[in-house]
């Protein structure tokens, strides 16, 4: 059973404030766990093209050293971009003004 339809399964007796809580609860872990495969799948394809140039049956130790880099320098962007994004939102939020006004 996925996450949401274990959610709905767990639904039975709340109060619907509570039920629609849970769903969105769910929804963004389902859309975090999307993101996240995305990037996975993105990082890794943009790093195999740019360390791979001859595919072969087995890395050399520069293709290696190459996609060990690489993912790391794009996991570390995307973490600086993910929190700016955080704190904008949150200061949005707590300000009440919207993301094209900061």
Known sequence: MDNISSAFASLKGGSPQEKKETIKRQVSAEIAMANAQ???TKSTEKCYA???PYPGSSLSSKEETCLDRCLQRYFEAFNIVSQSYVRRVAAE????ATLDTL
Do not use: Y
Not at 93 to 96: D, Q
């Open 38 to 40: 995305e990037l996975i």
């Open 50 to 52: 740019k360390c791979v």
């Open 93 to 96: 939020r707590n300000t009440g």
